[in-house]
């Protein structure tokens, strides 16, 4: 039998190499050893795999390697494994997979009285987490996959849980005031309405028949792995649109009420588009495979399941790192796209744009300076002097804010009202008529939407921010008065209307 002269990556990951460092040195080592004929394959594996289970400072010792070389390579691999028990000794990893804190960790619930059981139930389990550091939940905070949606949670700076960023990677807030007079706008009602629908598309799989090229396609990193190289065709097709769901694009009144404002707009009233969308069928590309990839990687119990995490210091760790930042630029990219459209026909430019991500991980650092992995899964970041926007619904006035960078709240604070309905109660107890008067009441114009936008299924978003006073301050207020939204979609499939259901609670 003729005798294998590589062993592979996941060779090496099956024995329990996924520290890229080491994976790296051991892959050299096999590579090397494997020349020497007197090595088998197994030998080889049987070797690196007894590195792991037992204490690696004496393997030097009991080793005789048969060239300089291979002694050279075996001595780096003694090294990485020492450096990885050292910086993972923390956790509790079995042969079954890891265990959980028997209590959470503390941390700041704002507005409890009005958020669901379940959804605390899922921080508790996020914050059992042997990998987690600190926690908050916002006051919009409902049930989601994994980490509830308005959940933060802050993990050691090198693990990051992708069903912990959500679905829609970097779903996003986009605002654009103009210098156009509010008169103007009230009077040119069907001219901002005919705007919406040439420069907007929505839709599951939906793109423009002609979009825009944009430099983002020139970036190397669609080439860091097969799963982002394949889903790039479909990013080319879809930029500059909308997904369905919670995402919007719409036209309302900016009130600006403070002289000293963070903006640095005079008091008054604006017109101004604002959107909301994510990384379309790229992002929900990326979080469908890693998500799978850090369950089928990291065994939790069946509570946490969708809590597993990937490790920076791995392979695919570093390819979901790269293809969620590429999500956060490409669905940056998709609203400038949109309000670039819009700016071109109007013939005008922005006096001003706030815009923000939700559904995404930074590596920040806490105040009592240790580095750490915040995930911010439907919250919004909200760092001193930060500027953000927190929606409510189609009818209900939302705000543009700024941070105060409070640290119980992990400088977040809510993404907009959340829902007190899930899709499926509205459905039932929402009629088409209840929304028809709620758009009459509230003077808004809608295109699109089903009855599991309609406003009832929010909350109040007044008092939702007055449980978030301490984490942001109110800049000005944006009225929506021209609403699009994806049309009612009636023959989704069961599968079909199951990924759905996940990318609107996750965005």
């Not at 990013?235 to 309302?252: D, P």
């Not at 978030?468 to 109110?474: E, H």
Request: with cysteine.
């Amino acid at each position: 039998m003729k005798r294998s002269k590589k062993i592979s990556t996941q060779e090496l990951q099956k024995i329990g190499i996924y520290h890229l460092d080491l994976l790296k040195a051991a892959g050299r080592y096999a590579k090397e050893a494997l020349k020497n004929k007197k090595n088998s394959k197994e030998s080889i594996l049987s070797q690196l795999a007894n590195l792991l289970e037992h204490q690696v400072e004496n393997q030097t010792a009991n080793l005789s390697p048969f060239t300089p070389q291979e002694g050279e390579l075996w001595k780096d691999c003694v090294e990485k494994a020492m450096l990885f028990k050292t910086e993972n000794q923390a956790l509790k990893q079995t042969r079954n997979g890891f265990e959980l804190k028997e209590t959470p960790l503390s941390y700041a619930i704002f507005g409890k009285a009005d958020i669901e059981k379940s959804a605390q139930g899922q921080m508790d389990t996020a914050l059992r987490l042997p990998i987690s550091v600190a926690g908050a939940l916002m006051p919009d905070a409902h049930h989601g996959y994994g980490l509830p949606i308005g959940g933060v949670l802050a993990t050691q700076a090198d693990k990051i849980i992708p069903f912990a960023v959500g679905v829609d990677i970097a779903c996003r807030m986009c605002l654009s005031v103009f210098e156009i007079e509010k008169s103007f706008f009230e009077k040119k009602q069907n001219y901002f309405k005919n705007l919406l629908l040439k420069n907007t598309c929505f839709g599951t799989g939906n793109g423009f028949q002609t979009p825009w090229d944009d430099p983002i396609f020139e970036k190397k990193e669609w080439q860091a792995s097969p799963t982002i190289r394949q889903l790039k065709s479909k990013a080319v097709q879809q930029i500059g649109s909308s997904g369905t769901g919670n995402h919007f694009v719409e036209w309302g009144i900016l009130s600006i009420e403070g002289p000293e404002n963070a903006l640095q707009l005079p008091v008054g009233e604006y017109v101004a588009l604002l959107s909301h969308s994510g990384s379309r069928g790229f992002g929900a590309g990326v979080a469908s495979h890693y998500s799978k990839l850090a369950m089928e990687i990291t065994k939790l119990p069946a509570e946490a399941k969708h809590l597993a995490w990937l490790d920076l210091n791995t392979q695919e760790g570093q390819e979901y790192w790269i293809g969620m930042n590429l999500a956060g630029e490409y669905a940056a990219a998709n609203h400038h796209h949109i309000h670039q459209r819009m700016a071109k026909d109007l013939n005008a430019l922005p006096l001003r744009k706030v815009e923000n991500h939700h559904n995404f991980a930074w590596q920040e650092t806490l105040a009592t300076g240790q580095a750490v992995m915040v995930h911010r899964k439907g919250a919004t970041p909200a760092q001193k002097g930060e500027l953000g926007i927190i929606p409510a619904s189609m009818t209900q006035a939302g705000y543009v804010v700024v941070g105060k960078g409070d640290t119980t709240a992990l400088a977040s604070a809510s993404h907009g009202a959340g829902r007190q309905m899930s899709r499926t109660q509205a459905l039932k107890n929402i009629s088409p008529q209840d929304l028809k008067r709620a758009l009459i009441e509230n003077d808004v114009t809608l295109i699109g939407a089903d009855l599991d936008e309609a406003p009832m299924a929010y909350k109040d978003i007044e008092k939702v921010m007055s449980f978030q006073k301490d984490l942001v301050g109110i800049v000005g207020k944006f009225t929506p008065k021209i609403v699009r939204m994806a049309e009612k979609e009636v023959k989704r499939n069961k599968r079909q209307t199951k990924a759905g259901d996940m990318n609107f609670d996750e965005s």
